[in-house]
């Protein structure tokens, strides 16, 4: 058998054994997730806007992830205000980003493409936030799913607190997993770059050479703003959550 299958079915196996009935929901949102980023890449096929799609096919990752996933509650809805929120503060911010970030191609990607023609008519500028968006998305949902779903809890447990206190509450817990947010993104671009780092010794780069290289920025500069919108996402999530929880008992 295929190792990438075995690998795969084994994957599928772990999922529904924990999941139970989620699992099934979350397999078939990984599914179609994958399509919605090949749907990307056709609205770039048919020239549509850079930025403006990758957008729209973020909102639609979040709305699968969270609401198809996870079902339609208070949590998730909390989840996506704060995702929203930190999509506008995303676009304000990647303009600025972006003029310090690299840009186009990179010189191992031009010895690959030196076959083709390299006049591609894309806006570099909005490709690089587009994926810059994509790239944080994971990370975004994970964390304010996390915090969502620990401050309903806490509020559960007490329903009594107030918005200060559950506010409080919930700062707390996202103080407490953001050592693991931040490690587990460090660690996977870590990982992701050790072969690219290794080959950059082996031709006996300086540490200046390898810290300026346009491939080892472009992939450093891709993990600082995934861990910030990482870190960002989480007091966001705090505030909305304790203000959609505490209203829920006012109303009740």
């Given at each position: 058998?295929?190792?990438?299958?075995?690998?795969?079915?084994?994957?599928?196996?772990?999922?529904?054994?924990?999941?139970?009935?989620?699992?099934?929901?979350?397999?078939?949102?990984?599914?179609?997730?994958?399509l919605?980023?090949?749907?990307?890449?056709?609205?770039?096929?048919?020239?549509?806007?850079?930025?403006?799609?990758?957008?729209?096919?973020?909102?639609?990752?979040?709305?699968?992830?969270?609401?198809?996933?996870?079902?339609?509650?208070?949590?998730?809805?909390?989840?996506?205000?704060?995702?929203?929120?930190?999509?506008?503060?995303?676009?304000?911010?990647?303009?600025?980003?972006?003029?310090?970030?690299?840009?186009?191609?990179?010189?191992?990607?031009?010895?690959?493409?030196?076959?083709?023609?390299?006049?591609?008519?894309?806006?570099?500028?909005?490709?690089?936030?587009?994926?810059?968006?994509?790239?944080?998305?994971g990370?975004?949902?994970?964390?304010?799913?996390?915090?969502a779903?620990?401050?309903?809890?806490?509020?559960?447990?007490?329903?009594?607190?107030?918005?200060?206190?559950?506010?409080?509450?919930?700062?707390?817990?996202?103080?407490?997993?953001?050592?693991?947010?931040?490690?587990?993104?460090?660690f996977?671009?870590?990982?992701?770059c050790?072969?690219?780092?290794?080959?950059?010794?082996?031709?006996?780069?300086?540490?200046?050479?390898?810290i300026?290289?346009?491939?080892?920025?472009?992939?450093?500069?891709?993990?600082?703003?995934?861990?910030?919108?990482?870190?960002?996402?989480?007091p966001?999530?705090?505030?909305?959550?304790?203000?959609?929880?505490?209203?829920?008992?006012?109303?009740?």
């Amino acid at each position: 058998m295929n190792v990438l299958l075995l690998l795969a079915l084994l994957l599928v196996l772990l999922i529904l054994l924990v999941g139970g009935k989620n699992g099934f929901y979350t397999i078939l949102g990984l599914f179609i997730n994958v399509l919605l980023f090949f749907l990307l890449l056709l609205l770039y096929h048919f020239r549509l806007p850079i930025l403006p799609s990758a957008i729209v096919i973020f909102l639609l990752i979040t709305s699968v992830t969270l609401f198809f996933v996870n079902g339609y509650n208070l949590k998730m809805k909390a989840a996506f205000l704060s995702v929203l929120l930190f999509l506008v503060v995303f676009l304000v911010v990647t303009p600025f980003l972006s003029e310090l970030a690299i840009q186009g191609f990179t010189r191992i990607e031009l010895d690959e493409l030196t076959g083709f023609d390299l006049h591609v008519p894309l806006d570099f500028f909005a490709l690089t936030r587009a994926i810059l968006l994509i790239s944080v998305s994971g990370a975004v949902l994970d964390a304010s799913v996390s915090i969502a779903s620990a401050t309903y809890e806490v509020y559960v447990t007490d329903p009594l607190q107030s918005y200060r206190e559950l506010v409080k509450s919930s700062i707390r817990i996202g103080r407490k997993i953001l050592a693991t947010t931040v490690t587990t993104l460090v660690f996977a671009f870590m990982g992701n770059c050790l072969a690219l780092i290794l080959w950059f010794i082996d031709l006996e780069l300086s540490f200046g050479q390898l810290i300026n290289e346009k491939t080892f920025v472009l992939e450093y500069v891709t993990v600082v703003v995934t861990t910030s919108a990482a870190i960002l996402v989480l007091p966001i999530t705090s505030v909305i959550s304790s203000i959609l929880f505490t209203r829920q008992k006012k109303s009740s």
